[in-house]
C-alpha cells in the first residue's frame, strides 16, 4: 500500500556518494514495475547501501513492512545508526563542527580551513584503526563524533568522495571549500524518523539471504565493475570488489531468485568501452538486461563526467 503520510516525502541523501541513484530512482520503480507490483512487497532490502537513494526513494512511497539497508563500510553504517538513535547529538555536534570551519580565514589559499580540515581526517582515521583493533571498543560519544566527522569530511573534501588505502584508512584530499553547509535539519529529522523502522546491518550482502522470499525485494548496487583502469579509482572498504565477487554476487541473485524474491541490480556496461564485452549479459542472462542513461557526477576530471550506459538487471 502507498504510504500517505507526508512527513515521510522527499528526503534526500545526506551524503555524496559515487553512484548513487538519487536521479534513476524513478527510472528505476518505472521498470521494477513492469515486473511486479511493489505495492505487494513487505520487506526491501539494500545490501549495498552507499548513500541509500532508492531506499529513501521507496520506502516513501510504500509502505513496507520490513526495512533492511546493509554495507560492508563500518564507518557508513555507524552513521546511518546515529542518525537513527542519537539526531539531536549529532545535530548539535554538527553544528559546531560547522561553525569552526566557516569561521577559519580564507586567506593563502585557505591555509587555515585546509589544516583544519586534515586535522579532522587524521582525528577520524584514528578512530578507525582504533575501530579496527578488536581489543578496542568505542563508547557511544566517540561513535556520534565518528559520525560526525564522517559528514564533515564527505562534504568537504575533493568532490565528496569516500576512498580508503590499503590499511584502510581515508586518504581524500582538501576540496578546498570556502564554506560548508553540512546538513539540512528537516532532511536529517525526516531521515532519523524513516530509520526508526529500518533494520541498518554492518556486513557481508550474502548474510541478507535469510530475508528472501516471495514478498521480499532486492536491490543490489554494488561497486561497479571499472571500465578502464582509470575508472577503478575509488576504493570503499579494504576488500577489492573483483570479477570473482561479481560472479559470486550473480550466484547469489539466483538463489534468491528460486526463493521467489524479487531484485534488480545496478552495474557498469562494459560495452561503454568494448561493445565485444559481454560479461554482465553472459552472467545474467537468465533475467531481463536493460540499458539505461545515467550522470555520472563524480569523477576525478571533469571530461569524465556526464551521460554514460548503465545496466539494470531485473529477474
Known sequence: MCATNSELTEISPIIKWAGGKKRLAPLIEEMVSQKFNLADIDT??????????????????YRFKKQVIMDINPELINLYIQVRDNLQPLINGLDQI???????????????????????????????????DSSSELGSE??????????????????????????????????????LNLFDVDNLSKFSNLLQNTEILLGDYRDTQRFAGPKTFFYFDPPYRPLSDSAS???????????DSQIELATFTKEITQSGAHFALSNSDPHQSDPNDNFFDDLYADFDIQRIQAARMISARSKGRGNVSELLIIN
Open 44 to 61: 526491501y532490502v539494500e545490501p549495498f547501501a552507499g548513500g541509500a537513494s532508492l531506499f529513501l526513494y521507496l520506502a516513501t512511497k
Open 142 to 179: 566517540q561513535n556520534i563524533e565518528q559520525a560526525i566527522r564522517f559528514i564533515f569530511l564527505n562534504k568537504a573534501d575533493f568532490n565528496g568522495l569516500y576512498r580508503v588505502n590499503s590499511k584502510g584508512t581515508f586518504n581524500v584530499p582538501f576540496g578546498h571549500r570556502k564554506q
Open 233 to 243: 579509482f575509488t576504493s570503499y572498504a579494504k576488500s577489492s570488489f573483483n570479477d
Open 98 to 132: 560547522q561553525d569552526a570551519y566557516n569561521i577559519l580565514s580564507e586567506e593563502h589559499d585557505l591555509a587555515e580551513k585546509k589544516a583544519y580540515f586534515y586535522q579532522i581526517r587524521e582525528d577520524f582515521n584514528h578512530s578507525l584503526l582504533l575501530a579496527q
